[in-house]
């Protein structure tokens, strides 16, 4: 079954231009002019991706994202005219995994959705990995197949950018990650200045499974270098 994705812009024009843009590539395409129109479709709809703009009416994109957090990990790429670093940095923050800014280039768009599919869907495929099912990491326990972390024995909601990030994390615990080589290995493509992008999904990491966000007991920023996991002993 082709993968079906969201479409949220208050711009007609631009939610066509995108829907013809997707159809031609074969995705099935949902559309919706406003937040509430979104969330709409979502509780009634399986939709494995979201293409969101950020201002809109009713419910502007960020708000929409806040909500759409709260029950689903789905990819969501945010779509907007606004092009400082903040305002990357306030998308990512609210939830979204990756930012494309208007006017976007059709290919590069495609080509992150492509990314974020393989992504999800990798990350659902329950058989994938041969290997041991369980990476131990002090109160961290990672399972390998079904591509959930626990903390204390509970399972943590993260999204499948965050996911994939810990796979990375917890498969070469106490190896340094310089961000160029995590957005390299997580976002599937070369990064261009992606420090921003990876320290908010650090953050947001951090506050999921850390006691204390600010002062990080497993995922560590080296100075200069960059991040890692460190290894924590097991006491069993």
């Keep these: ?114 990314s974020h599919l393989r992504r999800y869907t990798l990350l659902g495929d329950i058989h994938a990995g041969g290997e041991k099912n369980e990476i131990w990491n002090g109160r961290l326990c990672y399972r390998v197949q079904e591509r959930v972390l626990y903390v204390d024995g509970e399972p943590v909601k993260l999204t499948a950018t965050e996911t994939k990030m810990m796979d990375l994390f917890m498969r070469n615990r106490g190896r340094i990650f310089p961000a160029e080589e995590i957005y390299q290995r997580v976002w599937e493509e070369p990064g261009f200045a992606p420090e921003n992008t990876v320290m908010v999904h650090i953050r947001h990491i951090r506050e999921k499974i850390e006691l204390n966000p600010g002062e990080p007991e497993y995922l560590k920023v080296v100075w200069g270098i960059g991040y890692k996991m460190e290894k924590i002993e097991n006491h069993s």
């Design 1 to 114: 079954m082709n993968e079906c994705v969201l479409v949220v812009d208050d711009d007609r024009e631009i939610v066509r231009a995108l829907e013809l843009l997707l159809e031609k590539e074969g995705y099935r395409v949902r559309k919706a002019y406003d937040g509430m129109q979104a969330l709409s479709i979502l509780a009634e709809q399986p939709i494995q991706l979201i293409l969101m703009d950020v201002m809109m009416p009713k419910l502007d994109g960020l708000s929409a994202i806040m909500k759409i957090r709260e029950r689903k990990n789905l990819p969501i790429i945010v779509l907007s005219a606004k092009t400082e670093d903040t305002d990357k940095v306030l998308g990512l923050s609210m939830g979204a995994d990756d930012y494309v800014s208007k006017p976007f280039n059709p290919q590069e768009l495609i080509a992150r959705v492509k």
